[in-house]
């Protein structure tokens, strides 16, 4: 059910052209595969796609959009000339379904990603971290390196923006 | 640029209850769904609200580009910090048994303060990008949309 309001919001994105309806469909997307990971218990992952998809990036599209156009351009390529990028998804979608026919079922508790460290995590994570939600344990001490690798990333990237709209030239020189 | 009355009476509402549930989320984050990053994402996101319905200005005599530039550089630096403390405890970068006196009392304090600076530095680097699109937009009239 919710997959098919996915695929229909997906499908409004390719057709529409007008780019305000996109962002709020984008956001509505989001929104979606949120709602589809909290139906599959992924209750974090549901949290930050929900605050990051549907609330900041919707936020930031409108910005970028309101610094450009608000209309897309209607494509004049013939019907031709569009058969290679037609082939081309069509070829990386049927790739995807081969791949995910070789994934184990949808919580099996024998596939890979359950038997490596994850038992490990799952019993110890009582007695060593002593905290209940299992995902802050591995994601803030058990992977904390990772994370830590993850914030400098999003500091980057603030860094980079901030230097590439150039706000914070232009104050200065105002001063 | 003077909005609707009912979105900015509804986003004076908003604010306080919003950085309300971020720390909710925050410091919850042990206990359920959350932490640190999407503790960020919703304390930035009062702060957009805010830029949207009013103006960026009116929000910079609070928080200053300075004191974002500086919170999202301190984020970073301390949970960075908190790995090299670990380390000069005596334990592994990032090994937070022997911050406190019991181990899991050091993992307690360790998860603490690596959430609050991933918090400080997602807000901060949130706000500021907003900021750094918000500045470079002309005056925008309803009709534009």
């Known amino acids: 059910m919710l997959f098919a309001f996915l695929i229909a919001t997906a499908l409004g994105i390719a057709y529409l052209r007008h780019l305000f309806a996109v962002v709020m469909l984008a956001g509505m997307f989001s929104l979606l595969s949120a709602l589809l990971l909290l139906s599959m218990d992924a209750a974090d992952v549901a949290f930050t796609e929900a605050a990051v998809g549907a609330g900041i990036a919707t936020i930031l599209m409108l910005s970028a959009m309101a610094l450009t156009e608000r209309q897309e351009k209607p494509s004049n390529r013939s019907m031709l000339e569009r058969l290679p990028a037609l082939a081309v998804a069509g070829a990386f979608g049927a790739l995807l379904i081969y791949a995910m026919l070789d994934a184990p079922p949808f919580g099996d508790p024998f596939a890979p990603a359950q038997t490596h460290v994850a038992p490990y995590y799952i019993e110890q994570t009582a007695r060593e971290i002593d905290v209940p939600n299992l995902v802050t344990a591995i994601l803030a001490s058990y992977r904390g390196f990772d994370t830590l690798g993850e914030v400098v990333v999003i500091f980057t990237a603030g860094i980079g923006v901030a230097l590439l709209l150039g706000g914070f030239v232009a104050r200065d020189r105002s001063k | ?145």
């Not at chain 2, 206990?31 to 304390?43: C, E, H, T, V, Y």
């Not at chain 2, 004191?67 to 403390?85: D, E, K, N, R, S």
């Open chain 2, 1 to 145: 640029m003077q909005h609707r009355l009912v979105l900015r009476i509804l986003a004076k509402l908003l604010f306080a209850p919003i950085l309300l549930f971020a720390f909710y989320v925050q410091f919850h984050g042990d206990f359920g769904p959350g932490g640190g990053f999407q503790a960020g994402l919703i304390f930035a996101s009062a702060f957009v609200l805010h830029g949207l319905i009013f103006d960026v200005s009116s929000a910079r005599r609070f928080v200053s580009d300075r004191l974002l530039q500086v919170g999202a550089a301190g984020g970073v630096l301390l949970y960075a910090g908190t790995g090299f403390a670990s380390i000069l405890f005596g334990g592994n970068f990032l090994d937070y048994d022997l911050l406190s006196e019991t181990p899991t009392s050091g993992q307690h304090l360790g998860i603490l303060l690596v959430e609050a600076g991933v918090g400080i530095a997602v807000a901060c680097v949130m706000v500021m990008v907003f900021r750094a699109f918000a500045d470079r937009l002309p005056h925008l009239r309803e009709r534009d949309w």
